[in-house]
C-alpha cells in the first residue's frame, strides 16, 4: 500500500523481489546500491544466514528524487527464495506496491521458478492481491550462463499477463536498472489511476 | 476500528506529534516513533541523530509480522507488546489500533513499569485521534470535496517518471 505523507510532501511505495532460491534477488538489491548516489540511498540490511543465503529479507530504501514536488521513494525488499521459509516470504508482501520476478534461465532451475511462481501467487492472494492486478515484472537472470533455456520459451513458461520481461545479468548489473524502472513506471501509474 | 481509508491531515499529524513528545519527554526516551504495519513511518520525536529511522521503522515492521507469526502458531490472536533489552538501550513495541506500531527506545534509567504505563496511556490518546480521523472520513462522504482543495500531486505525467533515476549511475559495461 502506498503511503503518501501530504505533511512532508513525501510518496513511499513497495517493491518486492520474488523468485527461487540462489536466482539473483539480492544481487539485483546489490547492484542498485552500489550505483545510487551515496545521498539517495539509504543503509541495505541483509538478514542473512551464515552462508549469506537470505533468511528472513534484504531491504534497501533509495530516494529517486521529487516528481510534482513529492519526493519518491521506494523501499526494495527481497524475500528468501529456498522454499522452506514461506512463512517470512509471506510477510513481506504485506502492503506491496509492485513484484519483481527473478528467473533463474538455467535448464535445471526451470521447475523452481514455476514452483516459486505459484507460490508468489498465492501469497498474494493471502494478502488480498491478485498478480494479474499487480504492477509486476518479470527478470530472466544469469543469461551468461552456458546451461540456459531460450529467453523466448522461458518467456512463453513464466510470463501471466504480458508484463515487461527483461533479460539480465545481475552480478554484471545488465538488465537490473531497466527492471526496477519498468516496475517503478507501473507503480506510479497505477497511484495515478487510483488517485 | 477500520482504519484501511485512513487520511491524516495536518491537524491530526500535529496532535500525534504532541502525543509523542509527552511520551518521549516523560520518559527521556531517545525515541518515539509511529509506523504503520508495512514499515512506513508516520511521525517521531526525540534526538534521533544516531538513528537510521527508515531501517528501524522497516525491522520493527519485519519483527512484529514474524511475532504476528509466531502468535498465529501457538494459537494466540496476537502477541501486542514486543520488548528487546539491551545493556543500555531498549526497545519497547506496542500494537495501536491493530494499524500502527508504537516504537520507543531508551535508557536503562527508565523502568519497564514506566514505560507500560506511558505507553498505555499514549496509545489511548492515539485510538482518539484515529476514531476522530474516522469521524471526520465517515462525515465526508458523500459531500462535495472542498473547492479549496489542491490540486492532486498524484497528477504527474508520463515525462514526469521518466525524470526520475537520475540518481542512479550505471556503471559502464566492459
Known sequence: ?195 | MNLNNLILRETEYVRIKSVLMMTQKDLRADLALLIDRNGQQIAFEGPTYAIDLTSLASLAAANLAATDGLAQLVGEPEFSILYHQGKHRSIHISDVAHKFSLVLVFDESVSLGMVRLRVKRATAYLEEIFRGCLRKIEGNSGAPRESTQAKSPIDFSDDDIEMLFWVMKPKIQK
Open chain 1, 1 to 195: 500500500m502506498t503511503f503518501i505523507n501530504y505533511v512532508a510532501r513525501e510518496l513511499n511505495c513497495k517493491v518486492v523481489y520474488y523468485g527461487p532460491g540462489l536466482g539473483g534477488k539480492t544481487t539485483n538489491l546489490q547492484y542498485i546500491y552500489d550505483i545510487t548516489n551515496a545521498e539517495n540511498k539509504g543503509k541495505m540490511i541483509s538478514l542473512a544466514t551464515e552462508t549469506e543465503r537470505t533468511l528472513f529479507f534484504d531491504f534497501l530504501p533509495i530516494d529517486l528524487g521529487q516528481i510534482r514536488g513529492l519526493r519518491t521513494r521506494f523501499h526494495l525488499y527481497t524475500v528468501p527464495g529456498q522454499v522452506f521459509y514461506d512463512a517470512s516470504r509471506k510477510l513481506i508482501l504485506r502492503g506491496v506496491d509492485g513484484v519483481v520476478f527473478v528467473a533463474d534461465s538455467q535448464e535445471e532451475r526451470l521447475d523452481a521458478n514455476l514452483e516459486s511462481l505459484t507460490n508468489l501467487r498465492h501469497n498474494l492472494k493471502e494478502h488480498g492481491f491478485d498478480l494479474l492486478k499487480i504492477p509486476y515484472v518479470l527478470q530472466l537472470n544469469k543469461r551468461d550462463l552456458p546451461n540456459i533455456m531460450p529467453a523466448e520459451e522461458l518467456t512463453r513458461l513464466l510470463q501471466v499477463k504480458g508484463e515487461p520481461v527483461f533479460e539480465a545479468i545481475a552480478v554484471r548489473g545488465e538488465g537490473v536498472l531497466e527492471t526496477l524502472k519498468a516496475v517503478a513506471r507501473q507503480v506510479l501509474v497505477e497511484l495515478r489511476k487510483s488517485a
